[in-house]
């Protein structure tokens, strides 16, 4: 007797089912697709041959899920959400490949939300109720809308300007300074010293300027880099992450900075139509300090941070 559960009137023609899920009445499961154990597949529920469930998935009623799509463990997929995995069907013409859809740990897609082929969709990430996500999604990322773009990340405190002076935040090394500032009839000033508002040498420089507001700019950490972000005009959302805890940031003032040490995923995003986002860099560029995958940094972050095995003293 399978440990899983098929109602009398669902059609599982798949032995590939996990422990302790469940296959409720009117979904059809062709014979190659793989499910994990405790997922809930409801109502009129159709999974194709080439599909793959985790563990603790939960499909709700009206899903398609086509060849080529992967879903980790613990996604949440809305009720008549659709996937599509070939961006130029023609009728009984197939691709030699179709387009692979891959949804990570953790996600949730809302209900009627449409998502184009050949995209990801980030570990946590949030897509809304109804949102058409043309391409792929950050990790944490709450995206909305037609096309989809992003208003927010998951997991954060919300988004704050801090009091004056410099304050630790809730992510590690990150700290939030309110610089001088000098304010008259001529005008406005904002100061910051080298070495100690700057706490490190400068050895380069960048604007970033002119983003449209949909769009994301960072989305990587660095080994050794350590960098200090001034909104000089304009705002600009930043989220850091430290693979433990993240915190969302406006800067919105020439007087706000943010340091960024190394071994921190950073995100910016919501640009206003005039801002100009200045970063001073601890370090010449070098593409090989660079760490762009999002599960490749949590797995270095974590492993800085792990504890010493017994009987062994820390260094």
């Known amino acids: 007797m399978p440990d899983y559960f098929v109602h009398p009137q669902a059609l599982c023609e798949s032995t590939a089912v996990g422990a302790g899920t469940r296959i409720w009445a009117f979904a059809h499961v062709l014979p190659g697709a793989r499910i994990g154990a405790d997922c809930n597949v409801c109502d009129h529920v159709f999974i194709e041959n080439d599909v793959w469930l985790a563990d603790r998935v939960t499909i709700k009623c009206g899903v398609q899920l086509w060849d080529g799509i992967r879903l980790e463990s613990d996604v949440f997929v809305g009720p008549n959400a659709t996937f599509s995995n070939d961006r130029f069907p023609r009728s009984r013409q197939r691709p030699e490949a179709f387009a692979r859809t891959v949804v990570r740990q953790g996600a949730s897609i809302g ?32 995206v909305v809308g037609n ?11 919300g988004a704050k300007t801090g009091a004056p002076g410099p304050r630790p935040t809730g992510v590690d090394g990150v700290t939030l300074h309110h610089l001088h ?11 910051a010293e080298f070495g100690s508002d700057v706490p490190f040498a400068v050895r380069r420089y960048f604007l970033v300027f002119d983003v449209p507001s949909m769009q994301v700019r960072g989305e990587h950490a660095h080994h050794q880099c350590r960098q200090f972000l001034v909104a000089v005009k304009g705002s600009v959302h930043v989220l850091a992450d430290d693979a433990r805890h993240s915190e969302e940031f406006i800067l919105d003032r020439p007087a706000l900075g943010l340091l960024l040490p190394p071994m921190t995923w950073s995100v910016q995003y919501r640009y206003s139509p005039d801002a100009v986002l200045l970063v001073l860099a601890s370090e010449h560029y070098d593409p090989e300090d660079y760490i762009r995958d999002y599960d490749r940094f949590v797995v270095l972050a974590r492993a800085l941070h792990r504890p010493p095995a017994a009987g062994i003293d820390s260094p």
């Open 111 to 142: 209900a009627n939300a449409t998502l184009l082929p050949g995209i990801t969709v980030g570990a946590q990430a949030m897509v809304g109720a109804g949102a058409v996500v043309t391409r792929s999604v950050p990790p944490k990322a709450i």
């Open 181 to 191: 500032q000098v304010q008259d009839m001529r005008g406005s000033l904002s100061v």
């Open 147 to 157: 096309p989809a773009k992003i208003v927010g990340y998951v997991q954060t405190p």
